[in-house]
């Protein structure tokens, strides 16, 4: 699994899913079908990354939206905001301002967390974000690790919009994660 990109923390946290007999290869399966099928296959670009490793560079339809031509301009015009930092985003949140952020997207980085480190994140972003500001990650398993990896009283501050983060899962067209998590910070 490791030479697949899966390492072991997030194969460990997949395997939470595995239930009736069913192996890591039947959950595959199911999100190899659910990339395939589920979605129209020629605007997917994580089905086109995922079965011909290109996006779709004939008609330009399966690929996302910073590479259309129709967005060129605008991205040219925008270029001088981006800020390019190397190092934690822990250290970038707590580093900054009370209110500096309000959205984070942390991909699949919860999986890779311990419950320490994950404290720590946690806990800058309620420390420094505004008040409402919503934080979402894709997770190899279905389950939120915050939910058992927070103190009670930090994941106190944080609401998990859970129908939502089934809908929006639902909709996630990289289909190889198990879980979409949506939180809103009290």
Known sequence: ???????????EELKQDLEHGRTVIDIYRDRVRRLACDFPIDENYFAWQAFAR?????HRRAIPDYLKEEHFETLVERANRV????GSATDEITNNPRGTFNRFVFLDAQDWMDAATMTELWSAIAEKAEPGSRIIFRTAGAASPIETNLPEELSKRFVYEKELSQNLFKQDRASIYGGFHLYQMN
């Open 1 to 11: 699994m490791f030479g697949l990109g899966i390492p072991p923390q997030q194969y």
């Open 54 to 58: 290109k996006y779709d560079t004939n």
């Open 83 to 86: 800020v390019t930092v190397v």
